[in-house]
């Protein structure tokens, strides 16, 4: 199943225009945290009609930290689409859960694909090898395929690229002055959220120049800040890596809440009604992003609370190369997170994890053949075996 989704940044922190040929990164491209908390497109509602086409903006303000150490770095981010679809990925339902799936290529028996090809989905969600396209250009230009290209240069031009946004945009009610400007490359500096809970932030767009969004003017309200309890840390890896479902708990808030779970398969998302204070992640949930081929398996673990207000009176305009199409109707997506996360690693294949430990079960006198069988004072362990 594809659903369109426009993707934001959290531990990278970036804040980025979206070109209009900008298209779904390959899935093993998008970070966890990006799919810790998917915006509204990939998360309606039940028998609701589908969504008319629009152009979509996204702007994010937030805040992620580890668990580990509760050092908190700010997320800032705004892009613009002309067309929803361009954030299409790629996802499949497991419960209550929505996984980002990652594409495996087959060339011939061998997984993956041949030298200077990568795996990605196509349009119906199939994997597929591709050339990218590696040609080097200039300023304001980009690397497209297009059978005028000569031959020595392999298919591949340099266009002029088109620009979709929605111009300078700047914030009031922040903790600190933000005003962005296109391409929206900037990082902030300091630590934690660039918003107080619950405070209302004003933000202005002078609107795009020759295609974007038109000018707009609004506010929102921000969410409040995401405590887990217990700490996501204090999870043990037997837990995490056993065999039974793995609770997570928070100080109940108003807003909306999307558990994740991160591995090498994959990243599920599991959006929560946030007065709870608590979800378990189902067990074959975590299979289906842990996997079966990684020699040392891991996880990271993701508890965002999240506060969106969709905007969907705004204006799109403009022309973009190639004929491709400009939604006039905009969609303005005003998204407030919190998030705390924390990577679990398991074992290597040879060993087994015993409780929350590492251990080789072959030659371990705590540990002889399996957890728990502990050897007689003066035996020793061999092949599993107290001797």
């Known amino acids: 199943m594809r659903t369109a989704t426009c993707l934001g940044l ?23 945290e990006e799919a810790a908390a998917a915006p509204a497109e990939g998360n309606k509602i039940p028998g609701e009609p589908p969504a008319a086409p629009h ?28 067309d929803a679809k361009l954030a299409a990925k790629c996802t499949k339902k497991v419960g209550a859960c929505e996984i980002t799936q990652i594409p495996k290529c087959m060339t011939g028996a061998t997984t993956g694909c041949a030298s200077g090809e990568t795996c990605t989905f196509d349009d119906g969600c199939t994997p597929k090898c591709v050339k990218p396209c590696t040609k080097s250009c200039g300023a304001g230009e980009e690397c497209v395929f297009s059978n005028t290209a000569a031959a020595a240069d392999a298919g591949m031009i340099c266009q002029k690229s088109d620009r979709f946004d929605a111009g300078a945009i700047s914030f009031d009610g922040t903790t600190s002055a933000v005003t962005l400007f296109p391409p929206y490359a900037v990082k902030p500096v300091g630590n934690g959220a660039p918003f107080l809970a619950r405070s209302e932030i004003r933000v202005q767009a002078t609107g795009g120049a020759k295609a974007g969004f038109e000018k707009f003017d609004e506010r929102f309200t921000a969410t409040t800040f995401m405590e887990t309890s217990p700490s996501l840390a204090e999870i043990s890896r037997g837990d995490v890596f056993g065999t039974g479902g793995v609770p997570v708990s928070w100080r109940p808030g108003e807003d909306s809440v999307v558990v994740s779970a991160a591995g090498p398969a994959g990243t599920a998302s599991c959006t929560v009604d946030d007065k709870l204070g608590t979800f ?29 207000e969709v905007k969907k009176d705004k204006k799109a305009f403009g022309n973009l190369a190639g004929g491709r ?24 294949t040879t060993q087994t994890l015993c409780g929350d430990t590492c251990t080789t079960t072959t030659s371990d006198v705590k540990n002889c053949g399996t957890c728990g069988n502990a050897c007689l004072t003066g035996q020793y362990c061999s092949a599993g075996v107290c001797r």
């Open 10 to 32: 959290c531990f990278v922190v970036a804040l980025t225009a979206a070109c209009a040929t900008s298209v779904a990164p390959p899935a093993e491209d998008i970070p966890p």
């Open 55 to 82: 152009a979509l903006g996204q702007i994010i303000l937030g805040e992620t930290r580890s668990a580990a150490d509760g050092n908190s770095t700010p997320v800032i981010s705004a892009t613009f689409l002309p």
């Open 280 to 308: 378990e992640i189902p067990r074959d949930v975590l299979r289906e992003v842990i996997g079966s081929e990684a020699t040392t398996p891991s996880l990271t673990l993701s508890v965002t609370r999240e506060r969106r």
């Open 325 to 348: 199409t400009v939604q006039p109707q905009g969609w303005l997506e005003l998204v407030t997170r919190s998030s705390e996360s924390f990577s679990y690693a398991s074992c290597a």
